[in-house]
């Protein structure tokens, strides 16, 4: 059974979770905030009362910040030595970001490990194809037999 002191030794698992968080945006467009007073952001003025939304689903997934953005890539998130990168790129924020950020990350990520493990462990006789019917590439198809050493 994993634990979850083995995600300091599965890389490969927490690269393929935070890939996955950064592809398929969970909440795209956040969560709605709402400005208390008029406020400046740059070259713009946000008047009171507005509702805003960060398009974080665009922000994980911008040409500017991350290289072939469109592809799912768990390798983005590895080092030279195989190690998962932990420092966040500033465009990572599948959990939102500042004051109001994800209260629940930390147990989000715990849990989405244990569950893939297992998951990873009781199928690894399976071949596991994704249906390729809406716009997702076969390049996308994961093989069970093809991932590396978890
Ligand atoms: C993959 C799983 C999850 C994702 C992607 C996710 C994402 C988010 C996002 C984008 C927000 C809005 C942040 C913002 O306003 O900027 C949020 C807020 C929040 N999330 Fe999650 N969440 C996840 C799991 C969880 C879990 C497991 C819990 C609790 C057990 C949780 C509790 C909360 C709470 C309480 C807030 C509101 C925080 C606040 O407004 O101060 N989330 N989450």
Not at 32 to 41: P, R
Not at 83 to 103: D, E, L, M, N, S
């Amino acid at each position: 059974m994993p634990t979850h002191e083995d995600r300091n030794r599965c890389h490969y698992v927490m690269a393929f979770i935070a890939e996955t968080l950064r592809f398929r945006n969970v909440v795209p467009t956040g969560v709605a905030h709402k400005t208390l007073v008029n406020t400046k952001l740059d070259k713009y003025t946000i008047p009171e009362n507005m509702s805003v939304m960060v398009y974080q689903g665009i922000i994980c997934r911008n040409e500017k910040d991350w290289q072939n953005a469109d592809e799912f890539t768990p390798e983005r998130f590895i080092d030279s030595e195989g190690q998962y990168i932990t420092t966040r790129p500033k465009a990572f924020i599948p959990f939102g970001v500042g004051r109001r950020v994800c209260a629940g990350e930390k147990l989000a990520i715990a849990d989405l490990f244990l569950v893939l493990v297992r998951f990873l462990q009781s199928t690894q006789d399976y071949d596991i194809v994704l249906d390729s019917n809406d716009g997702i590439p076969l390049k996308l198809i994961l093989i069970s037999q093809t991932m590396p050493d978890v």
